[in-house]
């Protein structure tokens, strides 16, 4: 048995949301070993990338300025989608990259704020007039209670401790404020058909990968109830109905790879 298979070295891997010692690999990639625990389906690069930071130069954003349209539109999407279970209010993008979805939320009536990792990024952002940080949300000091909803789309695979950076959103919530994260789906059967070939298995890149159990498991440990955009009795609005019809129909047929998950901190 070859050191990489070995259980001396495996026990040293534990889930960051279960907790659990119990794990197999999953895939080698590009000379990096991601595993997956056996108890709740999360999955991990291990060892982790030591300088993830340096990896969002000027260029990794390049497409997302040829489609800035295109997102502006998802923005809005998304966010109607969020207005069936919460009207504006203070909302926090984090990972906000250069800042489409702040622009989008500040044109719907929300009060946007983002904080992006990226230097570059950050600062286009921030020459387009909006409140936006640079850094990562451990080290930005945001008040208690300062937002009443917070997204995170494509960020949480990223992220070195992701248990540890969702107590830090749950705390820059207001009571029954709202938690949105979109991250790719592990459980998706394009992962179950391309394994070594999807398109969102980058171990140098994505740390972390979650499908419902994993994600469902890391909101209840962090003080959250998962929750889903309603079908019938959502808040009223301008395009509310289109929105509803929508998320009814995500939530039986998922054509896309990427999961999306609300959760309301208890």
């Not at 340096?54 to 300025?65: C, G, I, T, V």
């Not at 540890?164 to 058909?193: C, Q, W, Y």
């Not at 990968?209 to 959502?234: C, H, M, N």
Request: charged share 25%.
């Amino acid at each position: 048995m070859s050191k990489l298979h070995g259980e001396s070295v495996t026990k040293k891997r534990i889930c960051n949301v279960c907790g659990s010692e119990q794990l197999s690999l999953l895939a080698n990639k590009n000379g990096h070993s991601v595993f997956q625990c056996k108890s709740c389906g999360l999955a991990f690069t291990h060892p982790q990338p030591e300088s993830i930071v340096e990896q969002y130069d000027s260029s990794y954003f390049d497409l997302y300025r040829c489609r800035r349209a295109f997102r502006l539109k998802r923005a809005d999407a998304r966010l109607r989608a969020i207005e069936l279970i919460r009207e504006p209010g203070r909302i926090l993008d984090i990972g906000c990259s250069l800042g489409y979805f702040v622009e989008a939320a500040n044109a719907r009536g929300w009060q946007g704020a983002g904080i992006e990792i990226s230097p570059y990024a950050s600062e286009e952002a921030r020459q387009l007039g909006l409140d936006v940080r640079m850094g990562v949300l451990e080290d930005a000091d945001y008040p208690d209670a300062s937002f009443d909803c917070v997204t995170m789309w494509d960020v949480i695979e990223h992220v070195s401790d992701p248990t540890k950076h969702m107590i830090e959103v749950s705390r820059i919530l207001a009571d029954d404020a709202l938690i949105v994260i979109g991250t790719p789906n592990l459980g998706h059967v394009r992962f179950k058909m391309k394994r070594g070939k999807w398109r969102h298995l980058k171990p140098a890149e994505h740390i972390f990968y979650f499908q419902k159990s994993s994600i469902s498991a890391l909101l209840k440990k962090t003080g959250f109830d998962v929750v889903y955009p309603p079908v019938f009795g959502g808040r009223s609005f301008a395009g509310s109905l289109g929105a509803s019809v929508r998320c009814a129909i995500s939530r039986f047929v998922q054509f896309n790879d990427v999961l999306t998950v609300y959760g309301v901190k208890r």
